[in-house]
T-cell receptor, first 116, second 115 residues
């Protein structure tokens, strides 16, 4: 089955330190990969996506993600974490349905906690 | 109003009640989605509509009934729900299915509690 995996339920980092939230994928063909963030009592917000091209993708709020085909990974990174980055982060992959349409399949989410 | 809005934000209902969730998108998109978000579980895609036509129904029980009267509005009609249906229900929209730029835009969700 085509899917993404987020191996960490929670990531703790001190403010000002670099952060990494991990995601690995399993798809047939070329992957279309996404990161979303969810703040408390809010819906998911789009951060960035990888379709083709440069392996390093830059997104909103200073986040970036590195696509690594050999390791089938798409880790989310930020050079210097802020307390306000504390939230739930979801990795997702585009999957083609039998109907010919597309859908996104999400990981289980990783809670990021940035301490002052 | 901008983006994707959902009403109500919170809903408590008994197992014999009938209620509806409403979603409206102000982005000019023509695909809309319902998701269920439960604690410790991945987001579950429930229904997908493209140009008001349902294109995906992920084996959702018939006690959930979607309706898409136009490309801006999406409803989820609820009846005789079970306590395990308590969750956050998220609506999303995107440009037409099949395009490369596939990011979805989400509403804030409706927190549903079934008693």
């Amino acid at each position: 089955a085509q899917s993404v995996a987020q191996p960490e339920d929670q990531v703790n980092v001190a403010e000002g330190n670099p952060l990494t939230v991990k995601c690995t994928y399993s798809v047939s063909g070329n992957p279309y990969l996404f990161w979303y963030v969810q703040y408390p009592n809010r819906g998911l917000q789009f951060l960035l996506k990888y379709i083709t091209g440069d392996n390093l993708v830059k997104g909103s709020y200073g986040f970036e993600a590195e696509f690594n085909k050999s390791q089938t990974s798409f880790h989310l990174k930020k050079p210097s974490a802020l307390v306000s980055d504390s939230a739930l982060y979801f990795c997702a992959v585009r999957v083609l349905m039998n109907t010919g349409f597309q859908k996104l399949v999400f990981g289980t989410g990783t809670r990021l906690l940035v301490s002052p | 109003e901008t983006g994707v809005t959902q009403t109500p934000r919170h809903l408590v209902m008994g197992m014999t009640n009938k209620k509806s969730l409403k979603c409206e998108q102000h982005l000019g998109h023509n695909a809309m989605y319902w998701y269920k978000q439960s604690a410790k579980k991945p987001l579950e895609l429930m229904f997908v509509y493209s140009l008001e036509e349902r294109v995906e129904n992920n084996s959702v029980p018939s006690r959930f009934s979607p309706e898409c009267p136009n490309s801006s509005h999406l409803f989820l009609h609820l009846h005789t729900l079970q306590p395990e249906d308590s969750a956050l229900y998220l609506c999303a929209s995107s440009q037409a299915l099949g395009t490369e730029s596939y990011e979805q835009y989400f509403g804030p969700g409706t927190r549903l509690t079934v008693t």
